[in-house]
């Protein structure tokens, strides 16, 4: 009788442990309360500040060979989803884009991390999506074209 009542204790402690480990990080993502949520308003007027920043950076990108000269960039909030896409140009995609290359992958990471930079902590969000033509590199180069073209 005397070891079922120190069983339970010791569960009882270890349980207790086990909450307040992890409630750290609950107390931690309050902290993170002082960043707006995504509104309507708010994903806009993020839109309008980062838009031209992101234009500029796309804009001073080398360009890869049979890419266009010039890339129209879009951002658009979708505050519901939590996702910020950017939208380039088709003329993003090098014209002889059969497979996917290093440089291209690498130009394509920058525009993505360059959106998080200028984001920042402006506004709460999941993660940022680029998309070239309004289709995402999934679409563009499904996951098993990757794999039997690995980045040269």
């Known amino acids: 009788m005397r070891t079922d009542q120190n069983r339970k204790s010791y569960i009882t402690a270890a349980g207790t442990l086990l909450n307040c480990v992890l409630s750290v990080g609950a107390a931690a993502q309050e902290a993170s309360d002082a960043v707006p949520s995504s509104t309507a308003e708010s994903s806009r007027v993020v839109a309008a500040h980062i838009e031209p ?68 902590d402006s506004v709460r969000f999941k993660y940022i999506k680029v998309r070239i033509g309004g289709r995402d590199l999934n679409q563009i180069y499904p996951p098993e074209h990757r794999r039997k073209h690995p980045a040269a």
């Open 53 to 120: 920043d992101l234009q500029r950076f796309v804009d001073q990108q080398p360009r890869l060979p049979d890419q266009a000269q010039h890339i129209l960039v879009r951002v658009r909030p979708a505050p519901r989803t939590g996702i910020v896409w950017i939208d380039l140009d088709a003329g993003y995609l090098p014209k002889a884009a059969g497979v996917f290359g290093e440089d291209f992958g690498e130009a394509f990471r920058a525009v993505e991390n360059a959106g998080y930079a200028l984001i920042g």
